[in-house]
């Protein structure tokens, strides 16, 4: 079982890790096409709504 739970937990980063990416990459998008403003707002919306807590 512990390894299952390894795999399982390697999957649900390598998840987070593409979903935080995608919010990189259209955050940029964003901030070129309109202002940086706009588009760290919605960052930190698509941040929050994944449970991700910048320190």
Known sequence: M???SKV???Y???L???QLLEIAKTG???AI???EATATTWI???LEA???RLT
Do not use: M, R
Request: hydrophobic share 30%.
């Open 33 to 35: 096409e309109t202002d």
């Open 44 to 46: 930190n919306q698509q």
């Open 2 to 4: 512990l390894i299952k």
């Open 16 to 18: 987070k890790s593409k």
């Open 8 to 10: 399982e937990d390697f």
């Open 28 to 30: 940029v998008e964003q």
């Open 50 to 52: 994944l449970g991700v």
């Open 12 to 14: 649900q980063a390598e």
